[in-house]
C-alpha cells in the first residue's frame, strides 16, 4: 500500500526556483589572497595546521601560508596546534585583494569558543554561525570534560539551552532528551522528533527511530553542535532539531590519557585515549572505557564497555579516515515508581530487573578532498550492526478485579496431582496473603487462565538491526556580482534490516516484587498469543542541497532542500499473508522538504536572524503494526494489523537577535534571544480504542510547540560562566478522544463508575504531558589558580502534567485516583572541582545533586496493584452491582514518578602524557 505524499504545493516550488536562479549569474568578481603568518604568545613563528572554510592547510616551518585564488566575501579559518587553544575566525576578503592575518596561539585552556558549525551532517559545508538563521549551540571536547557530565545525554541536559530529561527508564544511560518538546529516546514506541549523527551516520536506529545514548563514547567527541528547528538537510525525524557529532583524530588530539573514576554507587570506571600522528600522513586515535555501578535503586547496576578507533591519512588535498565503534553493554533500569511508595522509600521500585543489552560494532570510512580552493568534496560509508536483548518485568493488569489469592477446588486438585501441599484450603484474602501465588501456578500448570490469576508479566524481546550505505556532498565557493556565494549538492543512500522477536511469560510477584515466572506463554497455548515475529527493510535515497549567498550590507540568504523517499517493507513471519492481523505491508512515504533563511549584521558585534523551514517523519515500524482501529493492539507488548498512517510534517519558524559586544573586563560574551513556533502537521499519537484497555496509533491533525529562549554566556577574569531560558507552550490543536483509564475525567468515571477504563477527550488547547513550560540553566567555571578551578551548574525545570493527563482536568479524589497528576518543578545543583597535582596528574572531586533534593523528572497515571504498605491489592472496591458495568470491579490509580538521583559523589585521577 503507498501513501506517498502529493509534492508540495506551488509556492514553495516557487521560492526554490527563484532562489536557485538567483545564484546562476554570469560573470565573477577577481578573485583574492590571504597571507597567513602563526606565531606564539612571544611572537615567535611556529609550524601548524587548520582548515579553511573545511579545506586543510599546514603552514611551513616558518609558519606562513599563502591561500591563493580565494573567493571574495566572508571565510572561516581555523587554526590547530597541539598543546594550544584552537583558534576560529572570520575573513573577509574584497575582490582582487590581499589580507594579511597574524595569528597568536595561546596555551590550551579548558574553554574554547567555536563560532563556525557544519550545517549538514557531512563536514565540508560550514558557516559562521553568524551566517545561520538559528541560534546552534556548539561545545568541544574540553567543554564536555569539565561539565562532569556521564555522558553526551548527561551533557546535554546540562549546557544546553531548551533541553530537559524524562528518566523513563531509570538508567543514567538511556534517559529521554527532550529539545522544545521533541523528543529522542532509546524506548521503543516513543515518537521521536531530534535526529542524531556522529562522523556523517545517522543514530537513530532503523527500527523505531529510537537514539541509544550508551553506543556514543563519550571520550571520542571532538566537537558537537545542536541545531534548533526542521532543519531539512539532517533528514528524516528533524522535527524539533538535531544533533551532530564529531569524533576525535589523532593530529588535533595527541598523546595518551588515562582517567580513573570511583564513588557512590559502586561507581568505577576506566578511560583512556592516544592519539598521534603527522599533520600530513598517517595518523591514529583510540580510547576505551569500562564503567560499572550498582544503581542508587535497588537492583539497577549498569556495565558499559566501548571501544573507538580512528585510523587516518592526510595530505595537503586529502583527509581519509577509518573509524571504528565497538559497545557491549548491560543497562537495568527500574522505570516509574508510585508515589506512595517512594515516599516509603525513595530507592524502591515497582518491578525490578528491567535489563537492556546492547551490542554494536560499527565500522565509518570518511573521505574529503580539495580540488582546488573553491571546490571540495566529503562523503562516507558505512555498516553497523546492533544486537538489543530485553527483559522487561510488568505487573499484569489484566488481573485486576480478579481473586487471585484464594485458589479454587479445582485448582487445588491440580496443585495436589502436581506434588504441590501447603497452599490454603480456604480464607485467603489480601490482608493474610500480601503476595499470592498459589492460583497462579495452578493454572499455569493445566494451562487454564493464567492471564486472571498471575500477577507478573515478563516480555522477553530482542531485534538485530543491519544498516549500511554511503553518502557525498560536494562544496563549491565562488565569487558572484552578487557577493561570495557557497552551494553543496549532496546524495544518501542507505539501507536497514530488521528481524524483531517478542514473547511473554506469566509469572507472580515475590515479596522483593522481583517476578518468578512459571511454566505458561502468551504464545496461545493459553488463549492468548502475544508473539511478534517480525522482519523488515527500511532502503532510504535522498538528494539534498544547500545554498548561502552573502549579499552586500552583511546579508545572507541561505535556501535548502531535500526529498527523502523512504520504504518500509514488513513481513510478519508468523502470519505472512498481508491483511488483517498480519504486520506484512509495503508502505512508501515521499516528499521534499525546503528551508529559507536570512541573516543581517548591522555591526560587527550584532546579528539578526530568521528562517522557515520544513521536516517530516515517517511512521516507524512498531507505529505502522499497531494501527487499525478494528484491530486494536495493548503496547508495547503486541503489534496487529495494516496501518492508515500518514508521515508527520513539520512548519517550523525561527526569529531571533544575537551579539557578541565587545565588554570592558568580559571576553567572549555572547548573547541570543530569539522566538521559536513548530507546527505538526499529522502528529502520530497512540489513542484508546472503544475495547476497553486497548489502542492504536493515529495521525493526530496539529500539536503546536512555540516559545522563545535566551542566553548569554562569558569570560570575566578566571570565570567563565552561562545563562539560559527557555519558555515553551506545547500543546494539542485539535480534538480526539484518547485512553484515559486512570483518569478521574473520563467518560466512565464521569457517567458514575469510576476506577474502569475509559476515554478522555483533548481539545486545543490543552498541554502536551511531560513537556516543561520553564527550562533554565546556570553554570560556571572558576579558575581560581594555575592548578585549581572549580565547576559549578543548576538545572531548574518547571512542572509538567503527568501522562494520562492530557486533558490537563485531573484532580485526585483520596479514593479512586490518588497523587497529584503532576510532575512537579525541581532545581539541582552539580559541583566539579579538579587540581593540577603535577604537569601530568590532575584529581578531581565531583558532587551530583548537591543539596541532596528529592525531585522527579516524569510522572504518568496508570492503575496500580500494591498499597501504601506496599503489599498486592487486586480487589480494593467491590464489583458494581448494576448499571452498563455491573460485574466490573473498579481499580485504584496512582500518579507515578520517576526519581531522579541523590546526592552521590566520586573521585577521579587523570592522567596526561
Not at 10 to 24: G, Q
Not at 29 to 39: T, Y
Not at 258 to 287: H, I, M, P
Not at 816 to 835: D, E, I, W
Amino acid at each position: 500500500m503507498d501513501f506517498a505524499r502529493r509534492p508540495i504545493g506551488l509556492r514553495p516550488m516557487a521560492l526554490v526556483l527563484f532562489a536557485a536562479l538567483a545564484v546562476i549569474v554570469h560573470g565573477q568578481q577577481p578573485p583574492g589572497e590571504i597571507l597567513l603568518a602563526v606565531q606564539d604568545a612571544t611572537g615567535a613563528a611556529m609550524q601548524a595546521s587548520g582548515k579553511l572554510d573545511g579545506r586543510g592547510f599546514q603552514t611551513d616551518a616558518q609558519g606562513h601560508h599563502d591561500f591563493q585564488n580565494v573567493a571574495a566575501g566572508r571565510h572561516r579559518l581555523e587554526i590547530v596546534k597541539p598543546g594550544f587553544a584552537t583558534r576560529v575566525l572570520s575573513v573577509t576578503v574584497r575582490s582582487g585583494g590581499r589580507v594579511s592575518e597574524v595569528v597568536k596561539l595561546e596555551l590550551e585552556s579548558t574553554s574554547t569558543t567555536v563560532d563556525v558549525v557544519a550545517t549538514t551532517p557531512l563536514a565540508g559545508a560550514n558557516l559562521t554561525k553568524e551566517q545561520i538563521a538559528a541560534p546552534v549551540e556548539t561545545a568541544t571536547a574540553a567543554e564536555i570534560q569539565s561539565s562532569g557530565a556521564l555522558d553526551l545525554a548527561g551533557f546535554l541536559n546540562r549546557r544546553m539551552n531548551g533541553i530537559n530529561v524524562n528518566d523513563m527508564q531509570g538508567n543514567p544511560f538511556q534517559p529521554d532528551i527532550n529539545f522544545r518538546g521533541y523528543t529522542a529516546s532509546p524506548l521503543l514506541g516513543t515518537p521521536e522528533g531530534i535526529s542524531v549523527y556522529m562522523d556523517g551516520v545517522r543514530q537513530n536506529q532503523p527500527f523505531g527511530d529510537v537514539v541509544a545514548w550508551d553506543l556514543i563514547p563519550k571520550n571520542a567527541i571532538a566537537e558537537m553542535s545542536l541545531v534548533p528547528g526542521s532543519d531539512p538537510l539532517f533528514g528524516l525525524n528533524t522535527l524539533g532539531g538535531a544533533i551532530s557529532v564529531q569524533t576525535k583524530d589523532g593530529v588535533s588530539y595527541p598523546g595518551l590519557t588515562g582517567t580513573l573514576l570511583y564513588g557512590s554507587s559502586g561507581r568505577k570506571e576506566v578511560d583512556a585515549t592516544w592519539g598521534g600522528g603527522k599533520a600530513t600522513g598517517f595518523n591514529w586515535f583510540l580510547s576505551g572505557t569500562g564503567f560499572h555501578e550498582s544503581g542508587w535503586r535497588y537492583d539497577s547496576p549498569s556495565d558499559v564497555r566501548q571501544a573507538f578507533v580512528r585510523l587516518g591519512w592526510r595530505t595537503a588535498k586529502t583527509d581519509l579516515g577509518l573509524t571504528t565503534t565497538y559497545a557491549y553493554n548491560t543497562l537495568l533500569g527500574n522505570a516509574l515508581q508510585d508515589y506512595r511508595l517512594l515516599d516509603a522509600n525513595y530507592t524502591s521500585t515497582y518491578t525490578p530487573g528491567d535489563v537492556t543489552a546492547n551490542r554494536a560494532p560499527m565500522f565509518n570510512f570518511i573521505a574529503q578532498h580539495t580540488f582546488s580552493e573553491q571546490v571540495t568534496f566529503s562523503g562516507n560509508a558505512w555498516f553497523r550492526n546492533i544486537r538489543t536483548e530485553a527483559i522487561n518485568p510488568n505487573f499484569n493488569s489484566d488481573v485486576l478485579g480478579n481473586n487471585i489469592y484464594q485458589p479454587t477446588p479445582a485448582e487445588q486438585a491440580i496443585l495436589s496431582r502436581a506434588g504441590y501441599s501447603g497452599f490454603p484450603a480456604s480464607g485467603a484474602n489480601s490482608t493474610n496473603t500480601p503476595f499470592p501465588y498459589w492460583a497462579c501456578i495452578a493454572e499455569a500448570i493445566s494451562l487454564g487462565n493464567p492471564d486472571g490469576t498471575c500477577d507478573g508479566l515478563t516480555i522477553y524481546s530482542k531485534e538485530v538491526q543491519n544498516d549500511f550505505g554511503f553518502s557525498g556532498q560536494v562544496t563549491w565557493v565562488r565569487s558572484t556580482p552578487l557577493g561570495r556565494n557557497q552551494f553543496s549538492a549532496g546524495f544518501l543512500w542507505d539501507r536497514g534490516s530488521i528481524d524483531f522477536t517478542e514473547n511473554s511469560a506469566y509469572g507472580y510477584i515475590s515479596p522483593n516484587y522481583t517476578i518468578t515466572n512459571v511454566p505458561a506463554w502468551q504464545d496461545g497455548s493459553t488463549g492468548i498469543d502475544s508473539r511478534v515475529n517480525l522482519r523488515g527493510v527500511t532502503p532510504n535515497w535522498s538528494p539534498y542541497f544547500s545554498n548561502t549567498l552573502t549579499l552586500p550590507q552583511h546579508l545572507n540568504l541561505t535556501v535548502s532542500g531535500r526529498f527523502d523517499r523512504f520504504t518500509v517493507n514488513n513481513t510478519d513471519i508468523l502470519n505472512p499473508v498481508a491483511g488483517p492481523g498480519s504486520l506484512t505491508g509495503d508502505y512508501v512515504f515521499e516528499r521534499f522538504n525546503p528551508a529559507v533563511g536570512l541573516t543581517w549584521s548591522p555591526v560587527a558585534s550584532l546579528n539578526a536572524y530568521a528562517r522557515f523551514s520544513q521536516g517530516s517523519r515517517a511512521p516507524t515500524s512498531i507505529e505502522l503494526g499497531c494501527a487499525d482501529p478494528v484491530h486494536p493492539c495493548s503496547l508495547p507488548n503486541a503489534f496487529s494489523s495494516d496501518p492508515p498512517l500518514q508521515q508527520v510534517v513539520n512548519d517550523s519558524w525561527e526569529v531571533g537577535v544575537r551579539g557578541n559586544p565587545e565588554v570592558p573586563l568580559a571576553r567572549n560574551l555572547n548573547w541570543n534571544v530569539g522566538a521559536f513556533r513548530g507546527e505538526n502537521h499529522n502528529d502520530i499519537l497512540f489513542v484508546s480504542s472503544v475495547l476497553l484497555g486497548t489502542g492504536y496509533f493515529q495521525n493526530f491533525a496539529k500539536t503546536l510547540r512555540e516559545g522563545f529562549d535566551a542566553d548569554v554566556g562569558g569570560r570575566i577574569g578566571g570565570v567563565t560562566w552561562g545563562l539560559d531560558y527557555t519558555f515553551l507552550s506545547a500543546t494539542y490543536q485539535s480534538t480526539e478522544a484518547v485512553n484515559g483509564q486512570a483518569n478521574n475525567t473520563s467518560d466512565s468515571a464521569l457517567a458514575g463508575y469510576p476506577g474502569l477504563n475509559g476515554n478522555i477527550y483533548v481539545h486545543p488547547g490543552d498541554r502536551i504531558p511531560l513537556i516543561p513550560k520553564h527550562t533554565g540553566k546556570a553554570w560556571l567555571v572558576y579558575q581560581a589558580t594555575k592548578k585549581l578551578a572549580f565547576d559549578l551548574d543548576e538545572i531548574a525545570i518547571s512542572s509538567s502534567y503527568a501522562r494520562g493527563n492530557e486533558n490537563n482536568a485531573y484532580q485526585p479524589d483520596g479514593v479512586y485516583y490518588l497523587g497529584p497528576g503532576v510532575s512537579p518543578g525541581y532545581a539541582v545543583t552539580n559541583f566539579r572541582a579538579h587540581y593540577d597535582l603535577t604537569k601530568r596528574l590532575q584529581l578531581g572531586v565531583q558532587i551530583d545533586n548537591l543539596f541532596d533534593r528529592h525531585y522527579y523528572t516524569a510522572a504518568q497515571l496508570a492503575n496500580t496493584a500494591y498499597t501504601a504498605q506496599g503489599t498486592v491489592e487486586t480487589m480494593p472496591y467491590p464489583a458494581y452491582a448494576e448499571g452498563p458495568y455491573a460485574g466490573s470491579a473498579p481499580a485504584q490509580s496512582v500518579t507515578f514518578f520517576a526519581p531522579g538521583a541523590p546526592r552521590r559523589a566520586w573521585v577521579d585521577l587523570i592522567v596526561r602524557f
